[in-house]
Structures are given as C-alpha cells and as structure tokens.
C-alpha cells in the first residue's frame, strides 16, 4: 500500500480515536497494523499510535501496549515516538525503575526544549 494511503488512514484512526469512539479507533488501528511492515516508511508512526490506542483502551490492553512499545524501542532506541512508546506503558504497569532510562534519553534529545523534557 502506498505511504499516502496508510498515512490518510492514520490520520483517520487518530481523529476516530480523539473523538473518542475507542471501540471503532481499535478496528482501525488493528487494519493498519497489519498493513504495514518494518521497512515502512510510515511503520514506526503506526505503531507508537497502536500503543497510544492500546493505552486508552484500559487495563487489559495495557500488557500489549508494554510489549508493542518495547519492540519498537528496541527497534528505534534513539526514536522519540518509540522511547515514548515504551516508557508510558511501563509507567502505567508501576515499572517507574524500568522507565528511567528511556524517559532520560528522551530529555537529552531534547537539550532546548522545556516542554518536552517536562513531557518527559
């Protein structure tokens, strides 16, 4: 599929998702997830969106949400989206330890940035 396409359909999962309508977002997220593959352009994007979905969806999702993350930090250590998708599950699961590390690389790449590194 080309990068256009998944890109459209991103946006509209993310604008389905922000209204709120998590259960319709979900069937989106889980279409674009096996559209694309990791030498995507767009994968990396997907994918730190598919963790924000799995966060939002509660508890239970949470798990995947983690373990979504962790693969794409070790994929794309230096990635901000993917050291964000690691570190907010793990927050949430009680792993503050375990988040540490990605949260401080995180703040060093943003030397200039106040709200990032308060994001962080």
Do not use: C
């Not at 998944?6 to 509209?12: F, M, Q, T």
């Not at 994007?45 to 693969?71: D, H, N, P, T």
């Amino acid at each position: 599929m080309k990068t256009k396409d998944i890109k459209s359909k991103l946006e509209k999962a993310i604008e389905v998702r922000e209204s709120g309508k998590l259960e319709k977002s979900s069937v989106l997220f889980e279409n674009l997830k096996s559209m694309v593959s990791k030498n995507d352009d767009l994968y990396l994007s997907v994918m730190a969106e598919y963790v924000i979905q799995f966060r939002l969806e509660g508890k239970e999702k949470v798990e995947k949400a983690y373990e979504a993350g962790e693969q794409l930090w070790k994929e794309y250590p230096n990635e901000p989206m993917a050291l964000r998708s690691f570190a907010h599950p793990l927050v949430d699961l009680g792993g503050f330890e375990l988040a540490e590390k990605p949260l401080t690389k995180l703040i060093e790449l943003y030397p200039n940035n106040s709200l990032k590194k308060g994001e962080a």
